[in-house]
């Protein structure tokens, strides 16, 4: 892919190339005419007068030099076009991928936080030879993950006891687990061991 960027780059940095080699054409036979307008001028205050096939012929090169160099700008910018639509293409890729990593990371790190609650929740489960035995609880609480009927089950359940927030007797439900705060004195220690 860098290499492919890489070559992408080069080519378009030719291309801007040709189109400034282009532009400075357009230039010099911008020059060349305004040079032939001033000496004409001249030799006509002197009395000389160039034939009009002269004036003909100067006319249809600078016309075939112009038609030549907007042929050219024109191929150029569709060159240029292309090749930036190429080097957007493999942005938006690049982006892509990146975003992709970034929501993977998310997702590990709520993994993590997810495997944090659950051990002070439950306990660690290498700690406790006996996890098999919560693993109906577990599925419990975690039913609704897997079931659109049973979220709605336990949220009609939940919502029987939502209060306003300014109601003196109650409050409103968490979002998540409400975590154990640490023991406060050595006897409650050893009681939550």
Request: glycine letters at 2%.
């Amino acid at each position: 892919e860098q290499e492919l960027k890489a070559a992408a780059d080069s080519v378009l940095s030719e291309v801007r190339k040709k189109q400034a080699d282009t532009k400075r054409m357009v230039d010099i036979l911008r020059s060349l005419e305004k040079l032939r307008k001033l000496r004409k001028e001249a030799a006509a205050r002197k009395g000389v007068c160039p034939p009009p096939s002269a004036d003909e012929a100067f006319e249809s090169q600078v016309e075939s030099l112009r038609t030549l160099l907007k042929n050219r700008t024109e191929l150029y910018e569709a060159e240029e076009r292309a090749l930036r639509v190429m080097l957007e293409g493999e942005q938006e890729e690049e982006r892509k991928r990146e975003m992709e990593k970034k929501q993977k990371k998310e997702r590990e790190k709520l993994l993590q936080q997810k495997r944090e609650i659950d051990s002070k929740l439950f306990g660690e489960p290498d700690e406790f030879p006996l996890a098999h035995l919560l693993q109906p609880f577990r599925d419990y609480y975690l039913q609704a993950e897997h079931s659109v009927a049973a979220l709605i089950q336990i949220r009609h359940e939940w919502d029987q006891y939502l209060v306003p927030a300014d109601h003196p007797e109650g409050s409103s439900i968490p979002p998540g687990w409400v975590l154990p705060s640490l023991p406060s004195s050595d006897t409650w220690a050893t009681a939550v061991r």
